[in-house]
């Protein structure tokens, strides 16, 4: 009887196990042990050694991390690089103004000298090789207590990573898995001679806006193009004139062939964060406080900004970057409430909780487990919208942006004074210190009015910001507690009589607008070439700041910090349990922007009752939604004659329509954009770029039914390339495979 039994379980722990195969962020040096036999089994037709190899090439190499937040992919010999749109974004943005503006016009660069160098800093970064650290960084981190091991896991990492990239010019990065039941290192190299190639024009590289954002069916043309520029020797350096273009490793070809229901499908890239193990009470606080409070307070920021960018060419060009960022994860949250409810994630969370309590029983190790994480979270809560409302309310305004500057000015002023103040010291000594910190203040100053230039604070700027700056005053009087505001705004709020915060806070906007130096670029101009202690401390934004964030600091952060120990600490704990609790299941861990590969199958699905949502769009359905002269589903002339005249050329299906986006139920999150999604020969055949609506709980909870990935057709890239680019020298660059 209970071989029977244990057979019968057995065997559903395998059924469960393959129906969850889609699910999961590999680390790409355990595929052969961990997925490979699954991947054959779905249709895969490479080597483990073709997907990851140290001595090698493999595809790992051709799959870069581009810029630190998003993923790119090599795709000619010559070091051309594929990304999105959105991750092209802000470099495009910033060679973009009213006389070249390429952002709305779209670019291809005819030669490579015609290739623009961005002046911000770019780079991508290259995985030479991942190590198993585990052994080594636990043997360290024993004995050492919870507050201190973040620390020290960064002198451990520092010590490995020494050792690792020794007499190399490679760098490193340790990183943390499973909440700390892992460790990996990984060694890098990074370049950052990148240079713009070509662009779509923005009503295709983000057409839809944020109205399309999150959701499908899907008409965006989201890519650009970049190159990675080396030395002679193909090894990184600064830019040069002399630099040539980079020789990858490996670079993927391109495939003409096109998808259907059901090919296997598998991208790579750089995921940045997920909470896959969060537990009940973290879904509750986000759908009951963080994330509403983050959708109300971004709807603040970016309704003011709308009011000035419709009114001038100059003002849209200037804010629309920073628009796109802010309204991108705006939406993202109003979205994950609504899906963590709808997908009922906090009673999955609490179903999975129950059967580990059960099973922790008569486990010491395990038993209070889930009693203390409810006491951690009882505690946090309280407190729980205090560095929320630090980011995005009282760092929300440019002034306070631009007035932090203060903080670390006035630290050193205080410094020096102490120095002054000092009985101890003779004459010599604190002459040399001031000295020294004269120098700090006088650099500081420099460098600030050097960042200052590419700060835009025109005066139609400015006016959103007065309403952001009063807009987000009443929020944080609504919101935030009495008993936890600095003392400063309850000198503010005293004055508010009968409940009518408006005008008071109108007032007071007015004063700080009126008197900050921050308010004005040509005052804070004066005050950076003569900076005194006594002017900032007169400063009424600077003051604002600064009572928030030493609120902040000596209140609420080690609160925060002691909650994100504990927290992580028995997450740590819950894994392992987890672990031990499931022998037969095989786990992933999150996300934390490191190279990862996810495998599944292109694929449609059912949003709702009754409806079918087809797994590809067309250049029908762009036409469909065509607003002519409209802020977001706008075309270019060239486009709409090439549809009229149906010349797609080799790009269109057999159908005759041109294919522009398309889904599989690959397991991405934000980080991913840009990454390849590769057949079953590693040949790519489009680019993911977002998520959709239904699964926007995906970070917390990998829903099978909904949980999809948005990628361009690779065709449709080429088509927008060759026929409205006209770039066709960029085609012949890549390896083609029809
Ligand atoms: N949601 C996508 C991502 O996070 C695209 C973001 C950019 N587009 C936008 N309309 N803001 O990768």
């Excluded at 006389?99 to 991508?124: C, H, Y």
């Excluded at 590419?454 to 005066?459: G, I, L, S």
């Excluded at 797609?648 to 980080?671: C, H, Q, S, W």
């Amino acid at each position: 009887m209970k071989k029977i039994y244990l057979l019968f379980t057995t065997a559903l722990l395998f059924i469960s196990n393959i129906a969850r195969a889609d699910e999961g962020m590999w680390l790409l040096s355990l595929l052969e042990k961990l997925n490979y036999k699954d991947m054959q089994a779905k249709g895969l037709r490479l080597t483990p050694e073709q997907l990851y190899s140290v001595n090698n090439s493999s595809l790992k190499d051709a799959c870069i991390w581009f810029n630190g937040g998003c993923t790119g992919e090599l795709i000619s010999s010559e070091g051309l690089i594929l990304t999105n749109h959105h991750c092209g974004y802000d470099a495009i943005a910033e060679l973009s103004n009213v006389q070249d503006n390429i952002l709305d016009n779209g670019f291809w660069a005819k030669t490579k000298s015609e290739e623009r160098k961005p002046v911000t800093p770019m780079s991508i970064t290259r995985v030479v090789r991942v190590d198993d650290v585990t052994e080594a960084v636990l043997a360290k981190l024993s004995g050492v207590a919870e507050k201190d091991r973040g620390i020290k896991l960064q002198e451990i990492f520092k010590e490995l990573g020494k050792k690792a990239t020794e007499g190399t010019h490679y760098e490193y990065t340790g990183r943390e898995m499973f909440k700390g039941n892992a460790y990996y290192l990984f060694v890098m190299e990074k370049f950052t001679d990148i240079r713009l190639v070509g662009t779509p024009p923005q009503n295709i590289g983000k057409f839809g806006g944020e109205t399309d954002n999150w959701m499908w069916p899907r008409h965006t043309g989201d890519f650009s193009m970049f190159r990675v520029y080396a030395n002679k020797d193909n090894k990184p350096a600064e830019y040069s004139a002399e630099n040539v273009p980079y020789k990858p490793l490996h670079y993927l070809p391109v495939s003409l062939k096109g998808v259907k229901e059901g090919d296997f499908a598998m991208i790579i890239g750089f995921p940045g964060r997920t909470n896959r193990y969060e537990f009940s009470q973290g879904v509750a606080l986000a759908t009951d406080v963080v994330d509403p409070n983050i959708v109300n307070l971004r709807a603040i920021r970016l309704e003011a900004w709308k009011e000035q960018m419709v009114m001038d060419e100059d003002t849209r060009l200037k804010l629309s970057s920073d628009y796109a960022g802010i309204a991108n994860y705006w939406k993202y949250f109003d979205g994950e409430a609504e899906q963590l409810k709808r997908n009922k994630v906090y009673d999955k969370k609490t179903a999975e909780e129950k059967a580990f309590a059960k099973w922790a029983e008569n486990r010491d190790e395990y038993k209070t487990l889930l009693y203390d994480i409810d006491q951690v979270y009882t505690m946090y809560k309280p407190y729980a919208l205090q560095r929320i409302y630090l980011n995005e309310c009282i760092f929300a305004p440019t002034i306070n942006q631009l007035a932090s500057f203060g903080i670390g000015l006035d630290e050193l002023y205080t410094k020096r004074a102490a120095i002054q103040a000092a009985k101890e010291k003779s004459k010599e000594e604190k002459a040399k210190e001031i000295a020294d910190i004269d120098g700090k203040i006088k650099t500081m100053s420099e460098n600030y009015l050097k960042a200052l230039n590419d700060v835009h604070y025109t005066e139609r700027i400015k006016t959103a910001d007065k309403k952001i700056f009063a807009g987000m005053l009443k929020m944080y009087y609504r919101n935030i507690p009495a008993d936890q505001w600095p003392e400063s705004f309850t000198k503010i709020a005293s004055k508010i009589k009968n409940g009518n915060s408006d005008e008071v806070f109108a007032k007071y906007t007015d004063m700080v607008f009126e008197k900050s130096m921050f308010a004005s670029k040509e005052k804070l101009t004066e005050f950076l070439k003569e900076p005194s202690h006594k002017k900032l401390l007169k400063d009424p934004a600077f003051m604002y700041v600064k009572s928030h964030r030493d609120n902040y600091m000596t209140r609420f952060k080690p609160k925060v910090d002691e909650f994100n120990a504990q927290s992580n600490a028995l997450g740590r704990k819950y894994i392992k349990g987890l672990m031990e609790m499931h022998p037969n299941r095989t786990f992933y861990p999150d996300a934390n922007s490191s190279q990862r590969l996810s495998y599944g199958t292109v694929q449609s699905y059912n949003p709702k009752d009754a409806v079918h949502y087809d797994y590809i769009t067309t250049l029908e359905g762009v036409m469909e939604k065509y607003v002519p002269g409209d802020y977001e589903f706008s075309l270019p002339q060239k486009l709409i004659d090439l549809y009229n005249a149906k010349d797609y050329g080799r790009y269109k299906m057999e159908n005759g329509r041109l294919p522009v986006a398309f889904l599989t139920n690959n397991d991405i999150t934000g980080g991913n954009s840009g990454s390849p999604v590769m057949d079953a020969n590693g040949h790519i055949i489009g680019l993911a770029f977002d998520g959709n609506w239904e699964a926007m709980s995906g970070n917390i909870h990998f829903d099978e039914k909904y949980k999809r990935t948005i990628n361009v057709d690779i065709r449709y890239v080429l088509f927008l390339i060759e026929k409205v680019g006209g770039a066709q020298h960029i085609i012949n660059e890549m390896t083609l495979v029809e």
